[in-house]
């Protein structure tokens, strides 16, 4: 990253790449203390560039695209981690970019995410690497059996992934991927999921929030809970601990995010990273003093990083593109009204305008005083919105 010590002041063009709906959440931040915004990003209309009054539309890895970004902005920071590792060489060499670019590098690829985590001494499942169909056809891998073949690049909310039962899946598994570089990785038997959102600055402070609990259904986060009784509390210290020593080994500055599964034992396996915010963290805008947006914000412009606080317990629902749509396949809006009259209830839309199965539409975060309040309130909208409760 070019020197960039000093701290930037409101007024300043903070960039994005990327204009999904954590670019439009970052922007929403950055607008509020005073920042302007500017996103790189090829889609019109996205979500982020909706919100941001200046958008470079083009491809990431556009020089030209780079160069007026590079000019426009003080500082530039990711919402989406796929960004071309050259492209973003390019603008860490240029403008102060948070986070760097060989940390996004090792977040691209999960076998160097793996390798990491035993770089820093952190557990991660018992995985192999496979490079060709030749690798594939090792019958030592019986061993991680049964186990899931996930794409070492570019997969996201399950995508890229299939399970393998048996030996002789593996090769069929590796083609349907696309005979890509792959991680074949144990199922593990799961407890729960938990996850950690912490932010670094550039001299090295690190703040963190209180892990989260997550849950999944296929291979989407489904919803997140947050405050006393959401996490064991010694599972919560391990996992920020653990959250900490990646945090430091990847010199990281920025907001990051580690998953954790938590195992029957109560013993924590690192799944993945994501280099900036994530999903999880969602409803620390409506729990928290400070959100992780407003510390992805902070640590980009070198301001003190605050302790941020959990104010309230919070349940966060995911509202994907099916809930669009009813039995029949009828396109329909979902009863908003009902929703916001659930006591707690902050609704997030993230000005998505074509409604897909698996699509983040938005979220909606249910906050308490204490945690069964809030799920209370949340099994209720499971109930509005026709998903099977949690
Ligand atoms: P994505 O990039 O799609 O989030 P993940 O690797 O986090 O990919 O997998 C998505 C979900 O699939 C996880 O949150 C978890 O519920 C489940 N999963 C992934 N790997 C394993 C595993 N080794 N054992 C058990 N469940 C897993
Ligand atoms: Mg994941």
Redesign the pocket.
């Known amino acids: 990253m070019r020197r960039a010590d000093a701290y930037i002041a409101p007024g300043a063009t903070l960039g994005v790449l990327g204009g999904g709906q954590l670019g439009r959440m970052f922007a929403h931040a950055a607008q509020s203390a005073g920042y302007m915004v500017a996103v790189l990003e090829p889609e019109a209309h996205a979500p982020a560039a909706q919100v941001a009054p200046q958008q470079v539309c083009a491809a990431y890895d556009d020089v030209d695209a780079l160069h007026r970004i590079a000019r426009l902005c003080a500082a530039v920071t990711i919402e989406f981690e796929n960004v071309p590792a050259a492209a973003l060489q390019w603008l860490d060499d240029h403008v102060p970019l948070a986070p760097h670019a060989p940390a996004v590098a090792v977040c691209q690829d999960r076998a160097e995410e793996k390798a990491l985590f035993a770089r820093v001494g952190v557990p991660c499942?018992p995985h192999a690497v496979i490079a060709d169909a030749a690798a594939a056809a090792d019958p030592a891998l019986a061993a991680l059996l049964p186990g899931?073949l996930?794409t070492a690049r570019l997969?996201?909310?399950?995508?890229g992934?299939v399970t393998v039962r048996e030996i002789g899946e593996l090769a069929d598994a590796f083609a349907a991927l696309g005979a890509v570089r792959c991680v074949l990785?144990?199922?593990?038997d799961?407890r729960s999921?938990i996850s950690v959102l912490l932010a670094r600055g550039r001299d090295g402070a690190l703040v963190a929030l209180p892990p989260q609990r997550n849950v999944?259904r296929d291979?989407i986060l489904f919803a997140s809970f947050a405050g006393d009784g959401a996490v064991d509390s010694a599972v919560a210290q391990r996992a920020l601990d653990a959250a900490r020593a990646v945090a430091v080994g990847l010199d990281y500055v920025g907001v990051l995010c580690v998953?954790f599964?938590v195992l029957g034992d109560g013993s924590l396996v690192a799944?993945?990273i994501a280099p900036r915010p994530h999903n999880s963290g969602h409803h620390t805008i409506d729990s928290c003093d400070f959100s992780q947006f407003d510390l992805q914000l902070r640590a980009l412009v070198g301001a003190p990083l605050p302790a941020p606080r959990l104010h309230s317990a919070a349940v966060m629902l995911n509202l994907l593109g099916e809930l669009w749509f009813d039995a029949s396949g009828a396109r329909r809006e979902p009863d908003w009204v009902a929703l916001l009259a659930l006591p707690g209830a902050s609704l997030h839309l993230y000005g998505k305008r074509e409604p897909r199965r698996g699509r983040k539409m938005g979220h909606v975060t249910f906050t308490a005083s204490t945690l069964a309040q809030a799920e209370a309130a949340a099994r209720s909208a499971c109930h509005v919105l026709g998903l099977e409760p949690f």
Do not use: S, T
């Open positions: 499942a899931i996930k997969g996201y909310d399950g995508k992934q990785e144990r199922r593990l799961l999921e999944h291979g998953e599964f799944n993945e």
